[in-house]
C-alpha cells in the first residue's frame, strides 16, 4: 500500500521539479529577458549578443557609446556632401558602409572610440558592475616633483578593452574589408588613449603648487571628433597583402608605386575611393545631396554650388517666427513676445 | 534532369547548412583555374552571405562551369558539407563564431562531432557555444521527421537557425505544414518553441513612460497589459513601435536594465567609485544651500570642474568657515609638534603647538610664494593685491605669513587656521602699494574679505612667529611626535606603540597597521576591523549606515542605522534650540539631538535654594548621604551606596553588594561543559543586552602568532598574547609588560571606586589612580560639595609641582592630568550595539578608540564612567615625574580632542561608539608659571633702571 504511494508521490514531485526548473529559467521581476532582447537587437554578431546576454548593463552603455560616435559623425561633416545621415535601417552601430572609403573609416574610428569613451565614463560613474576607478593610479608619491596620484583616475585601459572585445566581434570574414575595419577601430581607441588628460589639484593657497594631487580623466568626446576629422583628411590607400597560403588577406600595406610600408597605428586607412557623394547610387552607399540645406554664400563645401554639384538650388523664402524678449511675470508664468522675419533658405535640386 | 537534380540538392544543402559555407575553404576553385568566369564565380561563393543570392549562383553556377569539370564538381560536392553523405557534416559549423578563443574556434571548424572539441573548448568558458550546438543537434533531430524535400522541413530549418528566437508567424507556418506530415515533428518543435507565460509583465510598466513616441507609450502600455508571453509582447513592441529595439532607445535601456543577468561566476561587492565618505559627513555643516549642494556633488562625483567651483564660492566664504574647518580636518588634521624644517625656521622646536601641514613640502611652498610675491603682487584666488618690495618693506612679517598660509597652524579650541585682522591690516598698510590699488582698494576692505575674524581664540597671531621657538634649539625630547611626519607606506595607517614589542632592541615608537579608505577618492584611512559610520548615499541627511573595515581594503557589511531627523528644533526655555547645538542649564550641560534635549544629571544648587538644602547638599545623586557601602550593578559599574544605585534608575534586583571586581562572575558556572570561564569585567554603555563579566574560552589548539600583545600572568611571566596566557593555562595579572614595581600586590583605588590589587592592574583597565589602600569613601561629585570623608584619605603627592590639578568627580584626590566630561546619547549606544550582534558598547573599547587620537607616546588615556553617567577622560602624562612641557603637551591633546568632539570632527565621529557622544567640557591642568617665555631683556631692564633709581635715591634725597 505504501510503496505504489511513494512511488507515485515521486513520480509527481519529479514532474512538478522538471516543471519549476524549467519556468525558474524565466526571470522573477521583469516581463522581457536579456536573452529575447539581445536577440532581436539587429545588426549584431554571434559573440556581440552573446556579450548582450551576459551583460545588459554593458550593452545600454555600448548602445550610448554608439549613438555618440554617430552624432559626433554628424557634426564634423554637417557642412559636407555626405553627412553621416543614416541609410536605410538603422542599427546599434549606425548604417551598414558596404563600400570601404574614407567615410567608412572614420564612421568605424567613432564608433570604437564613442563605446570606449561610454564605457570608460560608466566605470568611473560606478554604473558598472565589474569596473571602477584606476587601480594602478592610487598611492603613488613623486618626492622631488611633489605630486600624487589620489582621486578617481579613469580606467581607460578596461574601456579600450571592452570596445575591442565588443566592436572587432563584428568582423568575421576574412576579407579586406576586415583588415581595414580593425586597423580603423584600433585608430578611433589609440587617438582616445593617447588624449587621456591630466588634472591636478593644487594644494595651497596663493601661486605656488609645491604639493599636487593627480588623477587622469576622458577628453570631451568632441576633441576626439576633431582629432579623427583630421586623420580623415589625412587617411591614408592602403591595399591588402595575401601572404598566406590559401592566399587570405593577412596585412595591409600603403598603396605605392614601388616600397612596402605599413600605415601608422593611429592613421586612418581605407581601401577604396570615395564617390563624389553627388548621387544617389546604392551601390556605394551615397545618399545624393537632393533636398540638403545649402549655404548661398558660403565658399566652403556647404556652399550651394559645391552642395549642389551645380545642379542648381531652390529658394524658398518664409517667414520664420519665434518667441522673443521673454520675462519672467511674478509668481508662476513667463511672458514672451513673437517676433518675425522674412528669410530664406536654399535646398539643392 | 540531373543537373536538375543537382541543383536542388544543392538548394536544399544551403536551406541546411547556411552558415557553414562561409568556412568553405576556396580552394576548390583552383580546379577552376582555366576558366576565368567559373573562377570569379567559385570566389563569389565564398564571399556570399545572404542565402537567396548564394541560391540564385548556385542555380547559375552550372551555365559558368559545365558539368564536365568533374574535379570541380566532385570538390566542390565533397566541400559543401552533408551534401551526399549527411553524416559527414555536422550541426554545430554553424555556431562556431560564438566561440570566444580563437583555439576553440578553429577546432569547431574542423571537428566533426561534439566530442571532437570538447578538449579544446571547456565547457565552462564556452556557455554560448555549446547551448547553439546543443540546439542545432535539437533541430536535426526535430527536424528529421519530416521529408527531406519539404516546404515542411525548410520552415523547421528556419526555427533553429541559430541567431534569432523564433517568431509566432515561424512557429505558425511549422504547423500549417507539418500538421499533415508527423505528429512527432510538431510535438518536438513546440518542446522548443514553448512560450512560458510571463510573470507580472505589469511590473515593468514604467519603462513604457520612456519610450519617445506617444503612440508607443499607449501601444507599450496596452501590450504588457494584454499579453502574457515573451514572444508575443516583443513581435507586439516591434510592430507598434515600428523598428527593433536598439540599446541606445531610452524605452529599451529600461527593459535591459531591468533585465537580471545570468549569475556572473565572481561577484564583486559593487564599490563606489569616486566617493568619499569623509567629506560626506562634513557636507551637513553647511550653512548655505549652494554650498551644501556643492559639497555633496564633490564627495560623491570627483571632478576638476566641482572642485573649481566649489572654491571659488565656497572656500573663502566667511559663512561657512564650519564647512571648511571640517573639510580640512578630513583633509589635513590638526597634529602636534613641528620640526626640521629648513626654511621656516621660527615653526620648529614647538611640540605643543598644533600644525595642519608642518612638512618639507609646505616649506618649499612658503620658499616659492616668497619669491612670487617679490614681483609685486599676491595673487589669492579671487583678487591680486599689489605690493611694495616685500624684501625690503617688513620682510620677516610677509615671511611670517607665507610660512603660516602654508603650514597652517591650528588653534586648540577652534581649530581656525586665518591670520588676525589686525595683522593683515598692518602689514598692508605698511607694505600695500596704494599707487597701484584698485578703486576702492583700502587695507581694510581687503582683509575684511581675507580675514574677517580678530577674535585671539579663532585666528592666529603672526608675532608668535617672528622669533623663534622659545624652547631653543636643542632637540627636544621629552615630547616626540612618531606619527609626524607619516612614515608609513600609502594605504597605512600610522599608529604609536604603546603595546611595546617583545624584541626590545629594535622597538620603533610607532606602529604601521593597513587601514580602509573611506570611498575610492577619499584620503582618510581607518584602521582595520574598525566601525565606521558613514552617511547614506542617497537619502535625507541624518541617515547613516554603519560598515566595518574590511581586509580587502573596503568598508563592507554595511547596516543601515534608523534616520536621524536634523531638521527638528528643540524648544529650550522658550528659544529654539537647533540639533547639535551645546547650552548649559543651570549647572547642568544638555545638547539638542533631533528635538530632544539629552541632559547631564548633576545635582545643582541654584541662587534660590534655602540654607537647609546648601547644608545638606552633597553633591551625590537624589542627595544620598556620602556613605561609602559600594554595590556592583548590572552596567559593571560600582555605585558608592545603594541609594545612589537606585537613583540612578537600578531596581534592587539589579545590583549586589560589594565591589564589582571582588565578585566572582564565574560562581554559577556560565560555560559550557568544554570551556573555560574567565572573568572580564566591563562597565557597558549600552543596555540593550546582557553586560557579561566573564568569557567563555574553549580548547583552542592554535593562537595567532601574528597579533602581539603582552600580558602578565600572575606569576610575573610575560606571554605574547592573552590567548597564548590562557593556553598555558595561567591566570592573568595585567595587560601589558610585567613591571617590576608590580611585583608585589598594593592595593590602590581607582577614580571608578574600584579597588585593584596592583597599579598596573589599574592601568590595564585604563583607569588612574586615586589614592593608595583600598577605596574608603566617595568624593565630591559636584564643585560645590563640602569636603566629604574624603578630608581623612591621604592623597599622595603631585607628580609635578606647580602644576594646577584637576579633581575628576567622585574621586578624592586631584592629579596632574587634563580632563574631559563627556555627554553621550544611550540611544544611540543602543543602536550600535544592536547593529553589532548585541555586543555590548564597554567603556574600555570606547577607551582604546580614543587612544588612537592621542599622538604623543608621553600622553595615555585614562577614563571611567562617573556616577552621574557622563563618560570622563582624562589625559595624563605617563611618566611617574612628568616635566612641564609634557604636561602641557598632554593638555594640547586634551583641548585638541575636545574640540573634535564639540565640532563633530568627521575623523572623530566616523568611528562608530563615538559618534554618540554629544558635547564635551574640558578642563586642563597647566603650570602655574606662564607657558611662553617672557622676553628676558624686560625684566632685567626693569631690574636695571630700579637699580638705578635705588642708587640715585640718595642723590634725590639731597634735592
Known amino acids: ?349 | 534532369m540531373r543537373v536538375c537534380f543537382q541543383i536542388i540538392t544543392f538548394l536544399l544543402a544551403v536551406n541546411f547548412y547556411c552558415q557553414p559555407l562561409r568556412a568553405q575553404d576556396p580552394s576548390c576553385c583552383h580546379h577552376a583555374a582555366e576558366s576565368s568566369r567559373c573562377k570569379d564565380a567559385c570566389d563569389q561563393l565564398t564571399t556570399i552571405k545572404s542565402e537567396s543570392r548564394l541560391k540564385h549562383l548556385l542555380q547559375r553556377l552550372p551555365s559558368y562551369c559545365p558539368e564536365s569539370m568533374n574535379e570541380l564538381w566532385m570538390c566542390i560536392n565533397s566541400t559543401l558539407p552533408g551534401v551526399s553523405r549527411k553524416s559527414d557534416g555536422w550541426v554545430g559549423l554553424g555556431c562556431c563564431e560564438l566561440a570566444i578563443s580563437a583555439e576553440c574556434r578553429r577546432e569547431c571548424k574542423q571537428a566533426s562531432s561534439k566530442n571532437d572539441i570538447t578538449k579544446v573548448c571547456k565547457k565552462i568558458t564556452e556557455n554560448s557555444l555549446y547551448s547553439c550546438i546543443t540546439k542545432n543537434e535539437m533541430g536535426s533531430t526535430c527536424c528529421s521527421y519530416a521529408g527531406r524535400h519539404t516546404t515542411c522541413r525548410e520552415y523547421c530549418q528556419a526555427i533553429f537557425r541559430t541567431d534569432s528566437t523564433p517568431t509566432v508567424s515561424q512557429i505558425n507556418a511549422v504547423k500549417e505544414y507539418c500538421q499533415s506530415h508527423s505528429a512527432q515533428l510538431l510535438s518536438c518543435v513546440s518542446n522548443f518553441t514553448k512560450s512560458y507565460p510571463i510573470r507580472s509583465p505589469i511590473d515593468s510598466l514604467y519603462c513604457c513612460d520612456r519610450a519617445e513616441a506617444t503612440h508607443c507609450q499607449v501601444s507599450c502600455r496596452r501590450i504588457l497589459r494584454t499579453m502574457s508571453t515573451e514572444h508575443e509582447i516583443m513581435d507586439g513592441l516591434i510592430n507598434e513601435c515600428g523598428s527593433q529595439p536598439l540599446p541606445q532607445e531610452p524605452m529599451w535601456q529600461c527593459f535591459l536594465g531591468s533585465a537580471h543577468p545570468p549569475s556572473p561566476t565572481e561577484e564583486e561587492t559593487p564599490h563606489p567609485a569616486k566617493m568619499d565618505c569623509a567629506k560626506l559627513h562634513c557636507c551637513s555643516k553647511a550653512n548655505t544651500s549652494l554650498c551644501r549642494d556643492m559639497c555633496q556633488e564633490i564627495s560623491t562625483n570627483w571632478g576638476s570642474q566641482t572642485w573649481q567651483d566649489f572654491d571659488q564660492l565656497c572656500e573663502y566664504n566667511p559663512v561657512e568657515t564650519e564647512l571648511i574647518n571640517c573639510l580640512s580636518d578630513v583633509r589635513e588634521p590638526c597634529q602636534l609638534g613641528c620640526k626640521d624644517l629648513t626654511y621656516c625656521t621660527n615653526f620648529n622646536n614647538r611640540p605643543t603647538e598644533l600644525f595642519r601641514s608642518c612638512n618639507v613640502q609646505s616649506d618649499q611652498g612658503a620658499m616659492n610664494d616668497i619669491k612670487l610675491w617679490s614681483n609685486g603682487t599676491i595673487k589669492m584666488p579671487f583678487m591680486n593685491i599689489p605690493v611694495l618690495d616685500i624684501r625690503k618693506c617688513l620682510p620677516d612679517m610677509w615671511k611670517a605669513v607665507a610660512c603660516s598660509l602654508q603650514i597652517k597652524p591650528c588653534h586648540s579650541k577652534s581649530r581656525g587656521s586665518v591670520i588676525c585682522k589686525s595683522d593683515c591690516v598692518d602689514i598692508l598698510t605698511q607694505c600695500g602699494d596704494r599707487k597701484r590699488f584698485h578703486e576702492g582698494q583700502t587695507p581694510e576692505r581687503i582683509c575684511e574679505l581675507l580675514s574677517p575674524i580678530d577674535d585671539p581664540e579663532r585666528c592666529i597671531p603672526l608675532h608668535r612667529y617672528l622669533t623663534p621657538s622659545s624652547l631653543g634649539n636643542n632637540i627636544v625630547e621629552e615630547v616626540i611626535h612618531p606619527c609626524n611626519p607619516n612614515p608609513c607606506p600609502s594605504n597605512h595607517l600610522c599608529q604609536v606603540n604603546r603595546k611595546g614589542c617583545l624584541d626590545e632592541l629594535n622597538c620603533q615608537p610607532y606602529l604601521c597597521v593597513p587601514g580602509c579608505k573611506l570611498g575610492e577618492a577619499s584620503e582618510f584611512l581607518v584602521q582595520q576591523d574598525s566601525r565606521i559610520q558613514v552617511p547614506t548615499r542617497m537619502g535625507p541627511a541624518g541617515c547613516f549606515e554603519v560598515c566595518s573595515c574590511g581586509p580587502s581594503g573596503r568598508l563592507e557589511n554595511c547596516a543601515e542605522m534608523p534616520c536621524v531627523d536634523t531638521t527638528k528644533h528643540c524648544v529650550v526655555g522658550g528659544q529654539r534650540k537647533s540639533h547639535g547645538t551645546s547650552f548649559r542649564i543651570d549647572c547642568h550641560t544638555c545638547s539638542c539631538f533631533a528635538g530632544d534635549t539629552i541632559c547631564s544629571t548633576r545635582e545643582c544648587l541654584n541662587f534660590d535654594s534655602s540654607d537647609k538644602d546648601r547644608r545638606h547638599f552633597t553633591g551625590l545623586p537624589c542627595n544620598c548621604p556620602d556613605r561609602f557601602v559600594p554595590v556592583c550593578a548590572s552596567n559593571g559599574r560600582t555605585y558608592p551606596s545603594a541609594c545612589v544605585a537606585r537613583c540612578k534608575g537600578f531596581k534592587d534586583q539589579q545590583f549586589l553588594f560589594g565591589q564589582c571586581r571582588l565578585s566572582n562572575p564565574c560562581a554559577y558556572k556560565p560555560c559550557q561543559r568544554n570551556q573555560r570561564c574567565i572573568p572580564k569585567y566591563s562597565v557597558c554603555l549600552s543596555d540593550s543586552s546582557d553586560c557579561l563579566q566573564y568569557e567563555c574560552v574553549g580548547r583552542q589548539l592554535s593562537c595567532d602568532k601574528n597579533s602581539v600583545e603582552p600580558a602578565c600572568d600572575t606569576d610575573g611571566m610575560v606571554h605574547p598574547s592573552l590567548c597564548q596566557l590562557q593556553q598555558a593555562g595561567k591566570t592573568l595579572a595585567y595587560m601589558g609588560h610585567c613591571q617590576d614595581t608590580c611585583g608585589k600586590p598594593q592595593q590602590v583605588c581607582g577614580h571608578n571606586g574600584e579597588t585593584y590589587s596592583t597599579v598596573c592592574d589599574a592601568f590595564s583597565d585604563r583607569v588612574a589612580v586615586d589614592y593608595n589602600g583600598p577605596c574608603q569613601a566617595v568624593g565630591a561629585v559636584s564643585d560645590v560639595a563640602p569636603d566629604s570623608a574624603c578630608s581623612l584619605i591621604p592623597c599622595p603627592r603631585l607628580s609635578t609641582p606647580g602644576c594646577q590639578p584637576v579633581t575628576p568627580p567622585g574621586a578624592c584626590c586631584p592629579i596632574c592630568a587634563s580632563m574631559l566630561q563627556i555627554l553621550w546619547n544611550k540611544e544611540q549606544m543602543n543602536t550600535f550595539s544592536k547593529l553589532n550582534k548585541n555586543r555590548p558598547v564597554t567603556v574600555h573599547g570606547v577607551l582604546q578608540i580614543l587612544r588612537l587620537h592621542v599622538s604623543v607616546p608621553q600622553c595615555d588615556v585614562f577614563g571611567y564612567l562617573s556616577i552621574d553617567h557622563e563618560l570622563v577622560v582624562l589625559i595624563a602624562p605617563v611618566d611617574q615625574q612628568p616635566t612641564p612641557l609634557q604636561i602641557e603637551a598632554c593638555s594640547k591633546e586634551a583641548e585638541k580632542i575636545d574640540s573634535l568632539i564639540n565640532y563633530a570632527s568627521p575623523t572623530l565621529v566616523s568611528h562608530v561608539p563615538l559618534s554618540a557622544f554629544l558635547t564635551s567640557e574640558i578642563k586642563t591642568s597647566s603650570i602655574r608659571s606662564s607657558g611662553g617665555a617672557p622676553p628676558s631683556p624686560l625684566p632685567l631692564g626693569l631690574c636695571f633702571l630700579l637699580g638705578l633709581v635705588v642708587a640715585a635715591a640718595p642723590g634725590l634725597q639731597q634735592l
Open chain 1, 1 to 349: 500500500m505504501h510503496k505504489p504511494l511513494r512511488k507515485r508521490s515521486l513520480y509527481v514531485f519529479l514532474c512538478f521539479g522538471i516543471i519549476y526548473l524549467r519556468l525558474g529559467a524565466l526571470s522573477s521581476v521583469v516581463a522581457l529577458g536579456a536573452n529575447i532582447i539581445c536577440n532581436k537587437i539587429p545588426g549584431l554578431a554571434p559573440r556581440q549578443r552573446a556579450i548582450c546576454q551576459s551583460r545588459p548593463d554593458a550593452i545600454i552603455v555600448v548602445g550610448e557609446g554608439a549613438q555618440m560616435g554617430i552624432n559626433e559623425c554628424q557634426y564634423q561633416f554637417r557642412y559636407g556632401r555626405w553627412n553621416c545621415s543614416a541609410l536605410g535601417e538603422r542599427t546599434v552601430f549606425g548604417q551598414e558602409l558596404r563600400v570601404g572609403h574614407r567615410e567608412a573609416a572614420f564612421t568605424y574610428a567613432i564608433t570604437a572610440a564613442g563605446v570606449a569613451h561610454a564605457i570608460t565614463a560608466a566605470c568611473s560613474q560606478g554604473n558598472l558592475s565589474q569596473c571602477g576607478c584606476d587601480r594602478e593610479k592610487q598611492g603613488y608619491y613623486n618626492q622631488e616633483e611633489g605630486w600624487k596620484w589620489g582621486g578617481c583616475s579613469a580606467d581607460i585601459k578596461y574601456g579600450i578593452e571592452f570596445s575591442r572585445r565588443f566592436v572587432d566581434a563584428r568582423e568575421i570574414k576574412k576579407t579586406p574589408r576586415r583588415l581595414m575595419n580593425l586597423h580603423n577601430n584600433e585608430a578611433g581607441r589609440k587617438v582616445l588613449e593617447e588624449r587621456m588628460k591630466l588634472e591636478c589639484k593644487c594644494h595651497g593657497v596663493s601661486g605656488s603648487c609645491t604639493t599636487k594631487t593627480c588623477w587622469t580623466t576622458l577628453p570631451k568626446f568632441r576633441e576626439i571628433g576633431y582629432v579623427l576629422k583630421d586623420k580623415y583628411n589625412e587617411a591614408v590607400h592602403v591595399e591588402v597583402v595575401r601572404a598566406s597560403r590559401l592566399r587570405q588577406p593577412t596585412h595591409l600595406k600603403v598603396k605605392q608605386t614601388q616600397g612596402y610600408r605599413k600605415p601608422m597605428e593611429t592613421d586612418l586607412v581605407y581601401i577604396e575611393r570615395s564617390p563624389n557623394y553627388c548621387e544617389e547610387d546604392a551601390a556605394t552607399g551615397s545618399v545624393g545631396t537632393q533636398g540638403r540645406l545649402c549655404n548661398r554664400t558660403s565658399p566652403h563645401t556647404d556652399g550651394c554650388d559645391l552642395m549642389c554639384c551645380g545642379r542648381g538650388y531652390n529658394t524658398h523664402q518664409y517667414t520664420k517666427v519665434w518667441q522673443c524678449n521673454c520675462k519672467f511675470q511674478w509668481c508662476c508664468f513667463v511672458k514672451c513676445n513673437t517676433c518675425s522675419e522674412r528669410t530664406e533658405v536654399f535646398t539643392c535640386k
